[in-house]
């Protein structure tokens, strides 16, 4: 079955690298998203990976995946307060386009 | 910047009530879903809308459900007779293309409270 885990909470200090982990069980997955939801708001998409590819960086943000162990990470780069978010792992399990989430990792962000 | 937006923001409904939570989604965009995320859950799929039909739905999408595009712009979708269950935030959702990322953009979400 279709099943995304992330852990639940993580605290890092301003400047320092924060990185989040996601597995995820369907190995037909094609592409893998971040998106970010801050407080009251909706789902900001970060950035995605296809699934043949190892790594992806885009600015502060540094995307690996693991196809063989179905894990997939968000480094972030010099992590600011404005960080402060949760974050979801998401993948496209068909050609519709569902995406299947995972719960959340809170990411604070502390002075 | 196009956005997908959705009306109301929040929403306040009696049990046994009908409601109908709308979303414009990006113009030239041709893929539109419903998703819900109840309070501390996951965010869940509801429901994919192309070519005027209902791609997929999940078991939640029972026939309690359903989703209309009633014109070039607004998508909606209507619960029949809300249960206490049915409370949580809903998110609109689009995309353009049909091949490559399918990058999905989401509206800010209904939070709907069903007493």
């Known amino acids: 079955g279709e099943d995304v885990e992330q852990s639940l909470f993580l605290s890092v200090r301003e400047g320092d690298s924060s990185v989040i982990n996601c597995t995820y069980t369907?190995?037909?997955?094609?592409?893998l998203y971040w998106y970010k939801q801050e407080p009251g708001a909706g789902l900001q998409l970060l950035t995605y990976?296809?699934?043949?590819?190892d790594m992806k960086q885009d600015q502060r943000l540094t995307v690996l995946l693991n196809k063989k162990d179905k894990h997939l990470s968000l480094r972030i780069a010099d992590t600011q307060t404005g960080d402060s978010a949760i974050y979801f792992c998401?993948?496209?399990?068909?050609?519709?386009?569902?995406?299947?989430f995972g719960a959340g990792t809170q990411v604070v962000v502390t002075p | 910047e196009p956005e997908v937006t959705q009306t109301p923001s929040h929403q306040v409904t009696q049990m046994g009530q009908e409601v109908i939570l709308r979303c414009v989604p990006i113009?030239?965009?041709?893929?539109f879903y419903w998703y819900r995320q109840i309070l501390g859950q996951k965010v869940e799929f509801l429901v994919s809308?192309?070519?005027?039909?209902?791609?997929?739905k999940s078991e939640i999408f029972d026939d309690q459900f359903s989703v209309e595009r009633p014109d070039g712009s607004n998508f909606t979708l209507k619960i029949r007779s809300t249960k206490l269950e049915d409370s949580a935030m809903y998110f609109c959702?689009?995309?353009?293309?049909?091949?490559?990322?399918?990058?999905?953009?989401f509206g800010p979400g209904t939070r709907l409270l069903v007493l």
């Open positions: 959702a689009s995309r353009r293309e049909a091949g490559g990322p399918q990058t999905q953009y």
């Open positions: 369907d190995s037909s997955s094609t592409y």
């Open positions: 990976i296809f699934s043949n590819m």
């Open positions: 998401a993948e496209k399990t068909d050609s519709w386009g569902k995406l299947q």
């Open positions: 113009s030239n965009h041709l893929y």
């Open positions: 809308f192309y070519n005027n039909e209902i791609s997929e």
